[in-house]
Each structure stands twice: as structure tokens, then as C-alpha cells.
């Protein structure tokens, strides 16, 4: 994959070409959906997740010419070549731009300029309803929220300056038990030397006492979502913040997403997205920041010449389980990436990652449901539980709708497209099978037939 640079991943506008089919589509929420005829859509444009660009521009590189059944490279259906541009803003500003906590109603738009959304954050009830109520009548089960691919959370370090690490897991770099996460998270690990997991060491000794900082995005976002969803799993307390006494799961969706505990002395951004955090904790030593693998490894930040093993800047190996009993107990740990922390893209190593639901099923029955609390099965540790490949996963989502005609300012055309892109994402031999190699992974096998499924069922 072309390595893009970070100013391209901030403005990037993606040309995809849009995919249908001729027939009219039984939808959950509506008595008959409809679309127009494959590739004869209007050019569209979505937004929101950061998490997603890099996706977006991998499925876009070869949308234009894919061969796949889905494509629109004016070989399929009408031959015609519709375009769908996506900008990278924020989870919170797609979910905002679709009416889930807006602040003005000036900035909810439902027509062929704000299409679809991409949100790493999975809309909640209360989101879900916001939303809803958008429409000229309320119709239960409209709104899909479509998880398109896995990724993995990265959290990486800039060392104090002058300072280097390694471990006894992952020579020249650091390596973060569950409990440590949780720790450095949640203000009660505030210095290096701090960080003493599986012969975690940094030299000079000096380095211990250097103060950690953790530096997190200013907006409401995805990773931080999919951050405190995890460290909810360890820690089912409650933390002190500015508005009261929260728990992490709390903490990660709505309104309290930008929100951290009050013992944590954060450092935000100034501008939207992961790059940007990955600017900002590259320019402060001894800082600490997460994001997507694959966003991060396209800013060449943290990896490559003069980054990883054996230099301050890296990210971590996160613990997924443990093996033994009693004194010969050992944490386990796994990179974000299958080929580690290297320059050169690869895919997010979830392959085998398992989910939960919460007290639910995994995978909710269908994409017009609830998957906010969906994360990852269990952190490692004592119980011996243990994550085959990294635990720090999840999915991002494309939020769509089963009935356009409902929603303002939209149109058959309009809904064609969005069907038709989106169920290129969705195929098995399309859009996600691009995912692998681009530092994302397609969904489980188990999570596939609802994304198809819920693709099919867009229309007007």
C-alpha cells in the first residue's frame, strides 16, 4: 500500500465508486425499501472516524478497477462510475452530523453530501433514538450500525529524552500488563520507573522517576471509546472526574468520551484525529499516546528509521492472558500488529481475538440492534483466561440506513449509492478482503453474514 503522509491523512478525499442491484429491498424497518439499478447512484460523500481512512483509501485504491461483482469500474450494471468521497474527522462529529448529541441542528444533514457515517464508537440507545427522531415518522429499525472491519488500539511511547527500554517479551521495548494500562490510565501510575512488568527496564536509571504523560484527543472519539471499554473489563470502579464519580464504561460513550479522571494529567489535541495525537506525544518526551495501527503506522512516528525496538519511541505489547499457577504464573503478551513494530504495513493481529457483548450474545442478532458494548472477551491475568492474538481489538462501524426516504434532503440515488459501496465493503472477495495487508483484518466469520446482510437491506 502506498504509504500516505500525515497532512494527506488529515484532508484526504477518497473517490469510491458505488455498487446496487435492480431489485427492491425487503427492509426490517419498512413495509419496501427501494433502489435504483447497479452503478446508476449520485456521487456521495461520508465522514467521521478517523480509525477509518485508512481503510477507506485502501478500499477506494481498487474500487475503480475491481473486478468484483459489487465494483462500479464501468463494467458492472449501468457502467456508470459514481464517486464516494470520505473525510476523516472524528467518530463524535459523524455521529453529531446524523443528530446523536448535536449541538445545532444545523449540522445534521442526511443528503448526498453526508451520505454515511464511520463511527468506532457504536451508537448507544440514547444515540440511537437521537437519531431516529430525525425522521419524518420514527420507524424502529432503520438505522443499521454495520461493523466493516477489525482493528487493533495501539498505545505507544515517546521516552523521557535520552532514555531507552527493553523487556524480557519484546527486546528494546516495553511491554504493559492489564493492570498497568489500567494504572497509567487512570492517574495512579505517574512515573516510568512505574512500569515494571515482565523485566520492563529503562536506561538510564534516572529515567524511573520522569513522569508519564498522557497525551489524548481533545473530541470525542473511537479510540477512546474502544480504550475505556477495555479498561472497564479490569476495573469495574468508579473514578473521580470533573463532573462526578464515573466507571470506565461510563466513561466511554456520549457526552463523557473526551472525559478522563481528574488524577490523570492529560495533554489534548488541538486538532481532530489520531495523527494528530501521534504529532503531539512524538513532541513531548515522555509521553504516552494510543490510536489505530493503522493510522499510526502510516505516520512513520513511531516506527521505521530511528523508531521501535531499541529507540524512546515505540508501542507496546499489551497482556492477553497468562499461563501457570501460583509462584510460576505468567503474563502473556501480544503485539498489535502481526509482524510487530516494523515500518512496513501488515495486518492487526486479531485474528482470534474473541468478543463479548456484554450480558448478551455475540454477535447481537442484527445490525439495526445495539453493539456499543461490544469489546473485547476478557483481559488476561490470574484467571487464566487468555486472548490468542492481541486482546486491544475491535471493530469499526459504517452507520447507514434501511429507509433514506425517511430522513430529509435524501433521494433514491442517493440510497443506491450507499448500497452500492457499501456492500463492495461488505463482500468477502471485495472490500474485505482488501482489509488484510492494510494493518486492518475483515470481520469474523461469525460477524459477516449480518454486515451482508444489512448491506442488502439499504435503500429508500
Partial sequence: MKVLSVRRLRSISVCIISVATTAAIASPGAASASIGAQCSGVNITGQGAAVEIVAQTTWTANFNISPDKFACSGKQGTKKTPTVTYNGTSSGAGLRSFGAESKSPAEISFGPGNAFVASAEAPNAAQQAAILKQESTVTENTLETLPVAQFSLTVYANLPTGCTATSTDAPGRLVLSDATLQGIYAGTITTWGQITDDGDTLTPSTCNTASIVPVVRNEKSGTANVLKKYLGLINTGTLVTASGNETWDQL?????????????????????????????????????????LAELRVTNLFSGAGNGAGTGKFWFEIQNGSKGKGKSLKLTYADPSSNGDA??????????????????????????????????????????????????????????????????????????????????????????????????????????????????????
Fill in 343 to 460: 515500518a512496513t504495513a501488515a495486518s492487526a493481529n486479531c485474528k482470534k481475538t474473541a468478543y463479548t457483548n456484554g450480558p448478551n450474545p455475540f454477535p447481537p442478532p442484527a445490525v439495526t440492534g445495539l453493539w456499543n458494548e461490544v469489546t473485547t472477551a476478557v483481559p488476561g491475568g490470574p484467571s487464566g483466561l487468555t486472548e490468542k492474538t492481541y486482546s486491544l481489538c475491535n471493530f469499526t462501524y459504517a452507520l447507514a440506513f434501511t429507509t433514506y426516504s425517511l430522513l430529509p434532503g435524501t433521494s433514491e440515488a442517493e440510497a443506491t449509492a450507499v448500497n452500492n459501496y457499501l456492500r463492495f465493503v461488505s463482500d468477502k472477495s471485495g472490500g474485505q478482503k482488501e482489509l488484510t495487508g492494510a494493518d486492518y483484518l475483515a470481520v469474523p466469520k461469525e460477524v459477516l453474514p449480518k454486515l451482508v446482510e444489512g448491506t442488502a437491506a439499504i435503500g429508500f
Fill in 252 to 292: 466511554s460513550e456520549g457526552k463523557l468520551n473526551a472525559t478522563w479522571p481528574t488524577a490523570l494529567p492529560v495533554v489534548k489535541t488541538t486538532a481532530e484525529g489520531d495523527a494528530a495525537e501521534a504529532e503531539k506525544t512524538a513532541s513531548i518526551p515522555g509521553s504516552i499516546g494510543f490510536s489505530n
